[in-house]
Nanobody, 120 residues
Framework: QLQASGGGSVQAGGSLRLSCVTTGLTFSDYDIGWFRQAPGKQREWVSAIRGRDGSKYYADSVKGRFTITRDIAKYTVYLQMNTLKPDDTAVYYC???????????????WGQGTLVTVSS
């Protein structure tokens, strides 16, 4: 029901845009979040957009560099990532929740993940 894509390899300072296409969900009923998991680390929340009004939320580590947006007509949420750093290297997942949260336990549906590698 969620398909993430757009990962790749970039140098530090570069940009990538991730996409999360949702199917089978009523778009306005679900909040969509982005998480990431680096090797050997816990999965961490990155950003979220609230379904009913489009409110946006960011982790401190990405605030000012990442932007979450959505295209309601395409049932797609985007994560524009600018000024990427090596610490941003991780598998990025999108997920859907009835209520916006910052814990992975708040989310009911998950995409398969897309790898972002940032080299120095």
């Amino acid at each position: 029901q969620l398909q993430a894509s757009g990962g790749g390899s970039v140098q530090a300072g570069g940009s990538l845009r991730l996409s999360c296409v949702t199917t089978g969900l009523t778009f306005s009923d679900y909040d969509i979040g982005w998480f990431r998991q680096a090797p050997g680390k816990q999965r961490e929340w990155v950003s979220a957009i609230r379904g009913r009004d489009g409110s946006k939320y960011y982790a401190d580590s990405v605030k000012g560099r990442f932007t979450i947006t959505r295209d309601i007509a395409k049932y797609t949420v985007y994560l524009q990532m600018n000024t990427l750093k090596p610490d941003d290297t991780a598998v990025y997942y999108c997920a859907a929740a009835r209520f916006t949260g910052r814990s992975k336990n708040d989310y009911d549906y998950w995409g398969q993940g897309t790898l972002v590698t940032v080299s120095s």
